[in-house]
């Protein structure tokens, strides 16, 4: 039985506190009970994009303290190392104090403050203008930030299709692989259960991303004494305590799982019964070649997908929980050829070009250690198989007596979605997943709330028609299922400026940041007027190829005017982008704003129950600065935006507070699930309650809901869940969750660029589009990879993220830049010394793209055609509050200089986004390298160099001692 | 007074679990956080946005590769003083401003009477003394003495800020003077260990080695997997399968 | 170790000067030496003015250099207690010894049991600053049995070096001074190469997997805790190529001890004053020979510390 496990991650009894806490009698006049705090506020952490429960303890006004909050669900009293470094940035001296126009030229920094009321007045002009024209001629894009519920609405409201958030350049291979695959996905959308597996497969996690709950969990493995296995070139974080470190070759996770997929299925250790009840495996797939409707599933005329039923010798409802499906053969019905899901795929991985064998030497990995690992999976799987006796019932209205589990789970991240194979690896790993039966079963990979949904989830994205001073028909973003919902013209030229849901990525299910100034800049598709930007470094670190982005930004045409005509960008720091920017509009920090972490975004659910929960100002800021989502609805309600005004034109929201509590999407639905209803007793749906914040705070800054016992596995086909789940607003009915093995929407795709249907590819699309959308994962070498000579570009070239640092955020925080300053590239011993390198060389890193200089560091735990290096370590001068002499500018690099923002031109001379052909992920760790020693006299310091930018008005000269918690010190003895 | 008490009633001290520990630096800046506005405030950083960058921290975590013949490791290794039985640093002090606490064993420094000889950080050899350029003292780690007695704290709060913090549990706190204390029991069970013993300060901290090295480490006695039986290789086995 | 100015140049001129101070208190109050005033207060001058100002040199050492009176309260468990209370005490003695033999010319009687007195407190006083560095268990080259001779013999032989200087400026020439003077820099000599020697070849048992605790193998340093030198590397970290020490070695060889012999044995057949200008340039090669042997002595000392950061 579950229970309610002891308050806080650490309470191991080894880590309590002594039986008797009295203070003994030393007698040497150590004061052991000073006071701390004259307040505690509980908020939400924002140093990383975990969004931990902190409790920040308030001294004389000043920030004293910050903890994790016990209580809380994603990191239960816990803390990472940026999250206790919070004062460091909250006091940071990069912050910006009031609005800024630019004055000098773009790119230089040069600008004079203004007011609020100048700068809103200079936007809204702006974009009124835009709206009643052409509202596409907006792009938005936003960060890292968690309000895209709010900032999606907006553009939507506003008419523009041209939003989206960082997650085209982040995450969308994970999220379309899962969501598309099994309605859920890995990043953290979804964890293992830490608390019984027994069999931990990582791959190429970002340490960054669910640090806090990943690292509870590992701590907790580690404990119980179950096998971690990590797959990772680089043998550093979590893999450094992993029982097994494979040390793969980057991209090639894909031809490894494949691998572990045929050992499995040639040994009959696949779980047929979990497919069977769960997946599509036993559905029909028409096999007509030539057929308009080859690949597509035999449907019913309700549209219902078609099983063969082994004992009727008939046709079935896939769903019919009655029925006793085939998975292999053919057959024929209705006069279809047709065949089940699962023989294609057996027809697939057991073809020998998948055995360990084949895929051993590309992958880098002995043949004996895959196969290996297969057997350890088969036996943990199968030989290990766990019980809960909980009692539950699925959603044909099956009891189960037990919830039975096979104990293996796997996570994955930024080494699978950097890739442009990556959408297929993932669709892959969960392929495997799926034919162990771990998925959402006890031991397994579990699902958070709101998820499972179908696979894909709806809605479509909306954009198709944009006309003056008129809302989307939705939101911008959502997940098409085949080319009629492509955002695409009938010459097949995208409708988007970052071409998303067009034949160059028909499945962007989070848009394409990363290829807006490009296409903004060469007018492809179209010109735009404002580049609206928040919190996204994208003239530096959150941008590939960043000399040329650079170059685009500050770019102008013929008459003088700069190609990219307007750019509003907000941010709370001096990054490297905010000189870059026409207007600033500067935001708060995170202990001075008002966020709410929601469900219809990014929550902080748990697996055993969804939660949600929300920042409030703790400290009163000591600038001019406003909360860019408080700004963004002014903004709206001066537009006239519909959902921003009242039917007399007033604002609808006072603030980002007043919209957290009082907008809702859906009726009942708003950004915030607890405490809903007038009295405040409902939860998921319910009217506004004006108390609503307060019960937050109350509650520590969020909102929990735990699960009833029998709703905790097989969310997918749980009954009592799937009640619970329409009942939240999750899904629209309480249907069964089907694992798509086999993704028809992909087939649909390829049916296109054979010439089937209404929405045709353009002719030269039609062979990329025939390659990748296969409805079967498969493996292809990385884009770039597949072009540039492997002789001379010999090494794979990464980044990973310092779990101290949160993107380029880290430097200007005064104690973590302490912990990392200068980023070497590592590189393998072996490697080096058939180089000639010896440890502290400084080298040449050179690229396909370009050229970067930087120092190397001898190690041993890599994969020895792979180098690597810190992300984001390397700043250009007179950004982020550092001095001229600091090593980021001086010592530190930036891979991102020589990552193509764009493939090699194909055979007709076209250049793609270099990004995921199915998804438009960028690729960041498809660069390949060789690195060459570089002359006596370039030793020492960086290359390529930028100049320095100026400072804006009023900014201090960063100090040259730091001496905080003296004034602590100061009070508390004075108060003696 | 520099002299060591005979006997402390107590032996305070932290266990480290190197096979757990990610190098998340968790521990680092807590500790830094902490005890920046704590006993000894302020733990002064030195050209904090420049080039030269020296701040004050009474806990590091190191890295290193440890290769053997049974393969490599990386080991992310956490550094704080480990308040030994017999420290020298405090035995080397000219003036009584290091002492060891005779009732917990915390080894602490009285700022006041610190003239900043340094000596005390030569006589440590595991580089466990800061000192503060500024104030021109030598500070420490306090295992948070103004913590784990903290009346203002919650009780379940009364741990060190490194303890509290980190996210792998990788960190553990208690008396190792008593064996029936869980820290000892756990340094029984996992073969803790003292660092340079023989150097004889005894260090009362004590490192729970990788399990690696400890032949610990998780094993799947899984068998090698064999093909399924020969009759219409693995989809005659999903028909056998399927109909039974 | 890092080489402080301060501390090379506060051992080296306490050891003269408590050497000359030694000397002094025991030929002086037994009259092996004549009382003479100017030479009775040059010398005594000269010795207790290096000494004072080698303390005067180690407190800019110290972070808070107004507390350092607090440094005399721990005599019972610190060698630098130690070291401050017999520094001090030693004036007693050299004072009353200065007033009898200098200004008083006396000899014998209470001014002899004052230098005798000065004599063992700059003894015990040059054994405590040996104990400072010999005690230390993390830094392998000082905590050796070689350490506290070599103050002892360093002492004396500046000491005896300065004093036989002084007699043979002040025409008071002592073949016995001269002869010991002579002795001493080659015992120098030599304990300074059978220290080297034993350095070279130790075998120190603290090594990475001690100070790691990860048995066996080796255990490589791969990120330090922070990107830029601390204090902990500033001080104990400092590094000394092979080539370098080896090349000071010489120097040192050659300035403290080499050149000084041939000086002193030159001395032997010289008139006066060129036997006085040889043995005044004996001191100051000397001295600056010393200087460079103390820096290397900081310099080679490996400190425990230096492990957890690969070096």
């Not at chain 3, 890092?2 to 408590?18: I, R």
């Not at chain 3, 107004?66 to 005399?72: S, V």
Request: charged share 20%.
């Amino acid at each position: 039985m579950r229970h309610r496990p002891p308050r806080g991650a650490n309470s191991a009894p080894s880590q309590r506190p002594l039986a008797d806490t009295r203070a003994p009698d030393e007698g040497d006049g150590v004061d052991t009970s000073p006071g701390i705090s004259d307040s505690i506020a509980k908020t939400t952490c924002y140093m990383c994009a975990c969004r931990c429960g902190i409790d920040v303890h308030i001294k004389d006004g000043k920030v004293r303290y910050i903890n994790g909050n016990k209580d809380h669900p994603v990191n239960r009293g816990v803390i990472c190392g940026k999250g206790s470094s919070g004062i460091m940035q909250h006091y940071s001296p990069a912050r910006l104090k009031k609005p800024l126009l630019r004055s000098g030229p773009r790119g230089s920094g040069e600008f004079h403050e203004i007011e609020w009321e100048e700068a809103l007045s200079i936007a809204t002009e702006r974009l009124s203008a835009v709206r009643r024209t052409d509202p596409k001629k907006l792009a938005f894009f936003t960060g890292r930030d968690q309000s895209q519920s709010l900032t999606g609405w907006w553009a939507s409201q506003f008419g523009t299709p041209n939003f989206a958030a960082h997650g085209g350049f982040c995450s969308v291979n994970m999220a379309a692989g899962g969501l598309y695959s099994i309605g859920g996905s890995f990043w953290e959308f979804g964890e293992p259960d830490w608390d019984n597996t027994r069999y931990f497969m990582l791959f190429g996690v970002a340490e960054d991303h669910d640090s806090n709950p990943i690292k509870i969990g590992l701590g907790k493995l580690k404990a119980r004494g179950a096998k971690v296995v990590s797959i990772n070139p680089c043998r550093t974080g979590y893999n450094a305590i992993a029982d097994d470190w494979i040390g793969i070759r980057p991209g090639t996770d894909g031809l490894f799982v494949f691998a572990l997929i045929h050992e499995l299925l040639k040994a009959g250790r696949v779980d047929l019964d979990y497919l069977l009840r769960y997946t599509n495996a036993h559905v029909l797939v028409v096999q007509e070649p030539g057929a308009a409707d080859d690949g597509l599933f035999v449907r019913d005329g309700d549209g219902n997908p078609l099983a063969w039923d082994r004992v009727t010798k008939s046709a079935v409802k896939g769903a019919d929980p009655e029925a006793k499906p085939a998975l292999t053969g053919s057959f024929e019905v209705g006069g279809h050829r047709c065949t089940p899901v699962f023989q294609l795929i057996a027809d697939r991985y057991l073809d020998d070009s998948y055995a360990p064998d084949a895929v051993a030497e590309r992958c880098g990995i002995l043949a004996d250690t895959i196969r290996r690992i297969a057997a350890e999976l088969a036996h943990v799987a199968f030989e290990q198989t766990i019980e809960l006796p909980v009692a539950w019932t699925d959603w044909a209205g099956r009891r189960h007596d037990t919830i039975k589990g096979r104990p293996v789970s796997m996570h994955a991240m930024r080494g699978i979605s950097a890739h442009s194979n990556g959408f297929h690896t993932c669709r892959a790993i969960h392929l495997l997943q799926v034919l162990l039966g771990t998925v959402d079963v006890p031991g397994g990979f579990r699902f958070k709330p709101p998820y499972p949904r179908s696979a894909p989830p709806g809605p479509k994205p909306s954009g198709k028609t944009v006309k003056p001073m008129t809302p989307l028909d939705g939101m911008p973003l959502g997940f098409v299922c085949g080319p009629d919902d492509l955002l695409v013209d009938e010459d097949g030229t995208p409708l988007r400026i970052d071409k998303a849901y067009s034949w160059e990525a028909p499945l962007a299910a989070h848009g394409l940041m990363h290829t807006v100034i490009r296409n903004a800049w060469a007018g492809d598709p179209y010109p735009i007027d404002t580049l609206m930007m928040y919190m996204s470094n994208m003239a530096w670190n959150s941008s590939m190829n960043t000399v040329e982005t650079i170059a685009m930004l500050t770019d102008h045409d013929q008459e003088g005017r700069y190609k990219i005509p307007f750019i509003i960008y907000s941010d709370a720091y001096y990054s490297e982008t905010v000189p870059f920017a026409d207007l600033v509009l500067p935001d708060t920090t995170y202990l001075e704003r008002h966020d709410c972490i929601s469900l219809l975004d990014r929550p902080i659910s748990h697996a055993d129950g969804p939660g949600d929960a929300i920042r409030h100002p703790v400290v009163e800021p000591d600038r001019d600065v406003r909360p860019f989502q408080s700004v963004l609805i002014e903004l709206g309600a001066r537009l006239g935006l519909p959902g921003f005004v009242r039917d007399d034109g007033s604002a609808r929201y006072a603030d980002y507070a007043d919209y957290i509590v009082n907008h809702e999407r859906t009726p009942g639905i708003g950004p915030l699930a607890g405490w809903r209803g007038k009295d405040g007793t409902a939860i998921g749906k319910g009217e506004a309650n004006p108390d609503q914040l307060q019960r937050y705070i109350d509650n520590g800054g969020f909102w929990h809901h735990d699960f009833t016992e029998d709703q905790r596995y097989y969310k997918m086909a749980n009954r009592s869940y799937l009640d619970f789940a329409v009942q939240m607003g999750f899904i629209p009915k309480a249907e069964p969750i089907v694992f798509q093995l086999y993704s028809e929407p992909l087939q649909r795709f390829r049916l296109a660029a054979r010439g089937h249907g209404s929405v045709l590819p353009p002719k030269g699309e039609r062979q990329r589009i025939e390659t990748y959308m296969d409805p079967l994962p498969f493996w292809y070498m990385p884009c770039e990879e597949a072009v540039v000579d492997l002789q001379k570009y010999p090494l794979h070239a990464l980044t990973q993220r310092p779990m101290h640092m949160y993107h380029s955020w880290g430097s200007q925080n005064a104690w973590l830049r302490q912990i990392t300053s200068q980023n070497r590239l590592f590189v393998h011993h072996l490697t080096a010394a058939g180089l000639g390198l010896a440890d502290d060389d400084w080298v040449w890193i050179e690229s396909i793209n370009g050229r970067v200089k930087g120092q190397i560091k001898l190690v041993d735990g890599v994969n020895e055609s792979t180098v690597w290096t810190w992300n984001a370590i390397g700043k250009r001068r007179g950004s982020w509050g550092l001095k001229d002499d600091a090593a980021e500018s001086n010592r530190g690099f930036l891979l991102n200089h020589i990552i193509g923002d764009q493939t090699s031109a194909d055979a007709q001379g076209k250049r793609y986004s270099n990004s995921d052909p199915v998804t438009g992920q960028a690729a960041w760790f498809d660069l390949r390298v060789r690195i060459v020693k570089c002359a006596g006299e370039e030793a020492g310091f960086t290359e390529p160099q930028f100049e320095r930018f100026h400072q804006p008005p009023h900014f201090q000269p960063s100090p040259d001692r730091l001496s905080f918690g003296a004034e602590f010190r100061r009070a508390r003895e004075a108060a003696e | 007074m520099t002299c060591l008490p005979a006997n402390t009633d107590k032996k305070l001290g932290l266990v480290i679990d190197l096979d757990t520990c990610v190098g998340c630096q968790a521990c680092v800046t807590a500790c830094k956080e902490w005890n920046t506005g704590g006993h000894m405030a302020p733990l002064t950083d030195i050209d904090p946005y420049g080039g030269h960058v020296d701040g004050v921290w009474f806990n590091r975590v190191h890295s290193y590769e440890h290769t053997t013949e049974m393969g490599g490791r990386t080991v992310n290794f956490p550094r704080s003083c480990l308040h030994c039985d017999t420290p020298a640093c405090v035995t080397v002090c000219p003036t009584g401003a290091s002492y060891k606490r005779a009732s917990d064993g915390i080894v602490l420094i009285d700022e006041d009477k610190c003239i900043g000889c340094k000596l005390c950080s030569w006589a440590c050899p595991y580089g466990a003394r800061e000192f503060d350029t500024d104030v021109g003292v030598m500070k420490k780690c306090t295992l948070c003495v103004d913590r784990i007695y903290n009346d203002n704290l919650a009780e379940e709060d009364r741990v060190p800020a490194c303890v509290a913090a980190c996210p792998t549990s990788a960190r553990h706190f208690g008396d190792l003077g008593d064996p029936h204390s869980a820290v000892s029991q756990l340094v029984m069970e996992r073969g803790g260990v003292d660092l340079m013993p023989e150097l004889g300060y005894h260090p009362t901290n004590k490192y729970l080695p990788p399990r690696a090295q400890t032949q610990r480490a998780a094993s799947v006695p899984a068998k090698a997997l064999e093909p399924v039986r020969a009759e219409g290789g693995f989809l005659g086995w999903v028909d056998r399968m399927l109909s039974n | 170790m890092h080489p402080a100015f301060s501390v090379v140049f506060f051992t080296t001129a306490t050891g003269a000067g408590y050497g000359l101070l030694a000397l002094l208190g025991v030929l002086g109050g037994f009259q092996v030496i004549a009382p003479d005033f100017w030479l009775g207060f040059v010398g005594l001058g000269l010795a207790l003015g290096l000494i004072a100002a080698g303390l005067l040199s180690s407190t800019g050492h110290l972070g808070r250099p107004e507390r350092a009176w607090r440094a005399f309260s721990q005599w019972r468990s610190s060698w630098l207690s130690r070291e401050g209370v017999a520094s001090v005490i030693t004036f007693i003695p050299a004072g009353l010894f200065g007033i009898g033999w200098v200004s008083l010319g006396h000899t014998g009687g209470w001014v002899a049991i004052a230098g005798f007195l000065a004599a063992c407190a700059a003894v015990v006083t040059v054994c405590t600053t040996g104990m400072i560095y010999a005690s230390l268990r993390p830094i392998a080259q000082w905590h050796s049995r070689y350490t506290l001779p070599g103050y002892l013999i360093f002492s004396a032989m500046t000491g005896s070096v300065l004093l036989n200087a002084l007699l043979q400026a002040f025409g008071a020439a002592s073949m016995a001074v001269l002869a010991f003077s002579l002795l001493t820099t080659l015992a120098g000599w030599g304990w300074k190469l059978a220290t080297w020697r034993y350095n070279d070849r130790l075998e120190i048992p603290t090594t990475a997997n001690t100070a790691t605790g990860l048995a066996g193998g080796t255990v490589r340093s791969l990120e330090w805790p922070h990107t830029e030198e601390n204090y902990l590397l500033k001080e104990m970290g400092f590094r000394i190529a092979r080539k370098h020490s080896a090349r000071l070695r010489q120097i040192t060889q050659l300035l403290a001890f080499a050149l000084p012999v041939l000086l002193l044995a030159a001395t032997f057949a010289l008139p006066w004053p060129f036997a006085a200008i040889f043995s005044v340039l004996a001191v100051m090669v000397q001295f600056a020979g010393m200087l460079v042997e103390r820096w290397l002595f900081f310099a080679e000392a490996k400190h425990t510390v230096t492990l957890y950061y690969g070096r």
